[in-house]
């Protein structure tokens, strides 16, 4: 299966928000089971769960991080942008048969 | 605290075999199910294969299946991934990842990962 697909790259500006697309199919992201994810990854360091079951933060997570879904297409907002969010995200999803796929990921540039 | 650590990496030529564990603690790790996953140079993350916390359950990645196992060793918190039959496209640096539970309550395999260990190089030259 082919990963997820995401934009290589997005920016904003401190204090804006900015949303970053994860387009799948209708076996993974657009599946009923709603098993989506997204990560924050910083150069040399590993994942850290951001979003899990779409729109759920994990305890810790600031809230200036959302999840959203509509159809095949998941959706990250970081609002209220701040210099320490300059990551890559990766989406991930369920595929139905047990396996996970993930984006590609989107570079996140706070300018 | 809560930890992940990968070891076992190293450069392996082609046709070569090579045995990655993960050693956990600061949690009960005989009730989570234990992921690998792994990200080439410079590119994203590919999930490898999943374990449920007894063993009982066994799922991976087409790309693997038949050259990966996936293992556990619940009574030394360890997990493992034996890889055979290497080629260059199995470089990368392997990460393994805890399932996400909420609450203590474990749902699905798939919620997540929300603890991972800070990977371990494999490079097959």
């Known amino acids: 299966q082919s990963a997820l697909t995401q934009p290589p790259s997005a920016s904003g500006s401190p204090g804006q928000s900015v949303t970053i697309s994860c387009a799948g199919s209708s076996g993974d992201v657009g599946g009923g089971h709603n098993y989506v994810s997204w990560y924050q990854q910083h150069p040399g360091k590993a994942p850290r769960l951001l979003i899990y079951l779409v729109n759920k933060r994990p305890s810790g997570v600031p809230e200036r991080f959302s999840g959203s879904k509509s159809g095949t297409t998941a959706s990250l907002t970081v609002s209220d942008l701040q210099a320490e969010d300059e990551a890559v995200y990766y989406c991930s999803a369920y595929t139905g048969s047990n396996s996970l796929l993930f984006g590609g990921g989107t570079e996140l540039t706070v300018l | 605290q809560v930890q992940l650590v990968e070891s076992g990496g190293g450069v392996v030529q082609p046709g070569g075999s090579l045995r990655l564990s993960c050693a956990a603690s600061?949690?009960?790790?005989?009730?989570?199910?234990m992921h690998w996953v792994r990200q080439a140079p410079v590119k994203g993350l590919e999930w490898v294969a999943v374990?449920?916390?007894?063993?009982?359950?066994?799922y991976y990645a087409d790309s693997v299946k038949g050259r990966f196992t996936i293992s556990r060793d619940n009574s030394k918190n360890t997990l493992f991934l034996h890889m055979s039959n290497l080629s260059a496209e199995d470089t990368a640096v392997y990460y393994c990842?805890?399932?996400?539970?909420?609450?203590?309550?474990?749902?699905?395999?798939?919620?997540?990962?929300?603890?991972w260990g800070q990977g371990t190089s494999v490079t097959v030259s």
């Open positions: 600061g949690f009960a790790f005989n009730s989570f199910a």
């Open positions: 374990m449920a916390f007894d063993g009982s359950n066994i």
């Open positions: 990842g805890r399932q996400y539970c909420v609450n203590g309550v474990c749902y699905s395999y798939y919620y997540g990962l929300d603890v």
